[in-house]
Nanobody, 119 residues
Framework: QVQLVESGGGLVQAGGSLRVSCAAS????????MGWFRQAPGKAREFVAS????????AYADSVKGRFTISRDNAKNTVHLQMNSLKPEDTAVYYC????????????WGQGTQVTVSS
């Protein structure tokens, strides 16, 4: 069974930066894609960014393009999300997730880490 554990959330002022990380443990971990999602109070969960485990191809939501960068460390089974120029509207619980094949849904989810951006 795969377990995903996020870390690195916190409180930051608008314009600041944070990096959240997601460490995977369990059986041999070889996802197809790792993704970051977020959910703000009263809103639906939304896609933030993803990275293909092999090859490193990335994708971003329009709302974070140019400000957020997703990266991975295959040897450590870890994925990071570097968030710069943070805005109050980035406040949310951030979740990492793993998709095990191109056609599969995101199967494994972390417990989430809170990111709060004050104005």
């Amino acid at each position: 069974q795969v377990q995903l554990v996020e870390s690195g959330g916190g409180l930051v002022q608008a314009g600041g930066s944070l990096r959240v990380s997601c460490a995977a443990s369990g059986r041999t971990f070889s996802p197809y894609v790792m993704g970051w999602f977020r959910q703000a109070p009263g809103k639906a969960r939304e896609f933030v960014a993803s990275i293909r485990w092999s090859g490193g191809i990335t994708a971003y939501a329009d709302s974070v393009k140019g400000r957020f960068t997703i990266s991975r460390d295959n040897a450590k089974n870890t994925v990071h999300l570097q968030m710069n120029s943070l805005k109050p509207e980035d406040t949310a619980v951030y979740y990492c997730a793993a998709k095990m094949s191109m056609v599969a849904e995101y199967r494994y989810w972390g417990q989430g880490t809170q990111v709060t951006v004050s104005s």
